[in-house]
């Protein structure tokens, strides 16, 4: 992953923690509607989801 130095100028980019459940990380965005901090974590949780939707 890239480090990532936040500039304290940009009054718009937003501090959010990553949902995905084994990470927790926390990145900087400017998009308000973020939830993972990267798209393979997305794809993870999205995957855990249909895994757990079709054993029941």
Do not use: Q
Request: aromatic content about 10%; some cysteine.
């Amino acid at each position: 992953m890239r480090s990532y130095e936040p500039d304290p100028k940009k009054v718009d980019e937003l501090e959010l923690v990553c949902e995905f459940p084994r990470c927790s990380r926390t990145f900087y965005t400017t998009n308000p509607k973020a939830v993972y901090c990267c798209d393979s974590h997305r794809a993870k949780h999205f995957r855990l989801e249909n895994e757990e939707r079709l054993k029941t």
